[in-house]
């Protein structure tokens, strides 16, 4: 089974007042996005959120400004994404949807064995996700016209590493 993973569409990422907006890139995917979501869903495959959600005091701030951080706007799925109330959400505090959450466990028991990624940042939240859902032994998919990040080098380079060192299909 396939499944749909969005990373980190959320306010703070896209919307241009967002504490680390990913630029013109993370806004021009939201349409390529929700396309994805209607194929998939028209199929009855899983969508799943993953969401970006730190504490006010979270580590990860020593390195990026504070960012969605749990019960603010920021961290709110934007609003013209195509979410519904049975699509999955998965809150993460760490670049990696697998980490320390129950994705693994939820895509085991919907029989998935394929995934899908769409989202920003390619290169931080996107490839670590990448990363650990082909250790875990996932076939993994990336939509690059479902993809961005602030930084168009480390996108591009995020794209190669997830091909040639991971063996992640760039569709």
Do not use: W
């Amino acid at each position: 089974m396939k499944a749909l993973i969005v990373v980190d569409m959320l306010n703070d990422f896209i919307l241009k007042e967002g504490a680390l907006y990913s630029g013109e890139r993370g806004e021009n995917i939201i349409n390529f996005i929700n396309e994805r979501i209607e194929e998939f869903r028209n199929k009855d495959y899983p969508i799943i959120f993953l969401c970006d959600n730190h504490e006010v005091d979270d580590k990860e701030f020593e390195m990026f400004p504070p960012h969605c951080i749990v019960g603010e706007e920021g961290s709110r799925i934007i609003k013209d994404m195509d979410f519904k109330a049975e699509d999955k959400v998965i809150k993460k505090r760490r670049y990696s949807g697998f980490f320390s959450t129950d994705l693994d466990i939820y895509l085991r028991e919907k029989e998935v064995d394929e995934i899908y990624l769409v989202g920003v940042c390619t290169n931080i939240c996107v490839l670590y996700t990448a990363a650990d859902g082909r250790n875990l032994g996932y076939k993994v998919n990336i939509y690059e016209d479902g993809v961005a990040s602030f930084d168009e080098e480390a996108h591009k380079f995020a794209l190669k590493e997830a091909k040639q060192t991971l063996g992640c299909n760039i569709l």
